[in-house]
């Protein structure tokens, strides 16, 4: 068995590395624009600071807080956390109400998180 040079070895993972971080990016990327829409674009009432707002201003707020922390946001559970979770100002959670009670925002968007990364997943 021959043996393989470890500078090969190097140069083949950093090719590797150098291509999987572009995708992990865009798909990153494009998770973020995807909860941004389904909070703009639904029917559900959202909570922030005891306060209805509709889901274009709840994106709205959401997109601002996004793009202060953006630096620190390297995957869309980071987002969620850093964006839509929590008011600063209280610290009360923002909540969201589709049909009875209201839940937890933060929930309900890890919950359409994962029901896009399941529809969105390579086939195996």
């Given at each position: 068995?021959?043996?393989?040079?470890?500078?090969?070895?190097?140069?083949?993972?950093?090719?590797?590395?150098?291509?999987?971080?572009?995708?992990?990016?865009?798909?990153?990327?494009?998770?973020?624009?995807?909860?941004?829409?389904?909070?703009?674009?639904?029917?559900?009432?959202?909570?922030?600071?005891?306060?209805?707002?509709?889901?274009a201003a709840a994106a709205e707020h959401v997109e601002a807080k996004y793009a202060h922390y953006k630096s620190e946001i390297k995957t869309a559970e980071d987002f969620?956390?850093?964006?839509?979770?929590?008011?600063?100002?209280?610290?009360?959670?923002?909540?969201?109400?589709?049909?009875?009670?209201?839940?937890?925002?933060?929930?309900?968007?890890?919950?359409?998180?994962?029901?896009?990364?399941?529809?969105?997943?390579?086939?195996?």
């Amino acid at each position: 068995m021959r043996r393989v040079p470890m500078r090969l070895v190097v140069v083949a993972l950093l090719i590797l590395v150098q291509l999987v971080i572009p995708a992990r990016a865009d798909s990153t990327a494009n998770e973020i624009a995807y909860l941004l829409k389904v909070i703009r674009e639904s029917p559900c009432t959202f909570i922030r600071n005891g306060s209805d707002y509709d889901g274009a201003a709840a994106a709205e707020h959401v997109e601002a807080k996004y793009a202060h922390y953006k630096s620190e946001i390297k995957t869309a559970e980071d987002f969620i956390d850093r964006s839509a979770t929590k008011s600063l100002l209280s610290g009360d959670p923002y909540q969201v109400q589709c049909e009875g009670a209201p839940s937890l925002a933060a929930e309900w968007l890890r919950d359409v998180l994962r029901s896009y990364r399941a529809a969105h997943a390579p086939p195996q």
